[in-house]
């Protein structure tokens, strides 16, 4: 099946700065791309779904200034969350769809915000 | 999007089988049920898909009735590695995927 690679696998960031995380394709091209958030023993949240070429379509409640997202090709989607604060906290995944196969999701991001 | 409802918690011991049932009253015609596995600190990781009737793959069973308002995973001879949590999801498959919008799960735990 498809692969897609999410890094980084876990940050420490301070409070106040910027974190980048990276999904890639790596054998397929993902036009579409969704990101998820979960929080310790809750189910995943859809924040957001990217396209590429075109704006990203936030779920209602989700911030689309502070969290930032990219697909500006067909194999690389990136979420920026911005002015990080602890409650941000949390592990982030993102999806691309795959023929027959549901999606297929990244391995997670861990992020701690101190 | 057709709401999914599944039991919170199931417990088993290792080298039975399990069955884990999955509610979709309101599933449209286009829909998929789609079942994932996840790790603690893993992403979701892809089960079977089905669109009616029996789907078998290595590693799992989906039966799905005719009037496709539930489903159910069946594991076969469950290992202490399978401890994990399932989510059925159901949505229009269509050309590749679709917009996935995650229940709330059901954590298995296979004892010794």
């Known amino acids: 099946g498809a692969v897609v690679s999410q890094h980084p696998s876990r940050v420490i960031c301070k409070s106040g700065t910027s974190v980048k995380i990276e999904c890639r394709s790596l054998d397929f091209q993902a036009t579409t791309m969704f990101w998820y958030r979960q929080f310790p023993k809750q189910s995943l949240m859809l924040m957001a779904t990217?396209?590429?070429?075109?704006?990203?379509?936030?779920e209602q409640g989700v911030e689309k200034d502070k969290f930032l997202i990219n697909h500006a090709s067909l194999t690389l989607s990136t979420l920026t969350v911005t002015s990080a604060h602890p409650e941000d906290s949390s592990f982030y995944i993102c999806?691309?769809?795959?023929?027959?196969?549901?999606?297929?999701f990244g391995s997670g991001t861990r992020l701690t915000v101190v | 999007l057709a709401k999914t409802t599944q039991p919170i918690s199931m417990d088993s011991y290792e080298g039975q089988e399990v069955n884990i049932t999955c509610s979709h009253n309101?599933?449209?015609?286009?829909?998929?049920i789609t079942w994932y596995q996840q790790f603690p600190s893993q992403g979701p990781r892809f089960i079977i898909q089905g669109y009616k009737t029996k789907v078998t793959n290595e590693v799992a069973s989906l039966f799905i009735p005719a009037d496709r308002k539930s489903s159910t995973l069946s594991l076969p001879r469950v290992s202490l590695s399978d401890t994990a949590v399932y989510y059925c999801?159901?949505?229009?498959?269509?050309?590749?995927?679709?917009?996935?919008?995650f229940g709330a799960g059901t954590r298995l735990f296979v004892k010794a």
């Open positions: 999806s691309a769809p795959e023929t027959g196969f549901g999606n297929t």
């Open positions: 990217s396209n590429e070429g075109s704006k990203a379509t936030y």
């Open positions: 309101n599933i449209a015609t286009n829909d998929y």
């Open positions: 999801l159901v949505g229009d498959a269509g050309g590749g995927g679709f917009k996935t919008i």
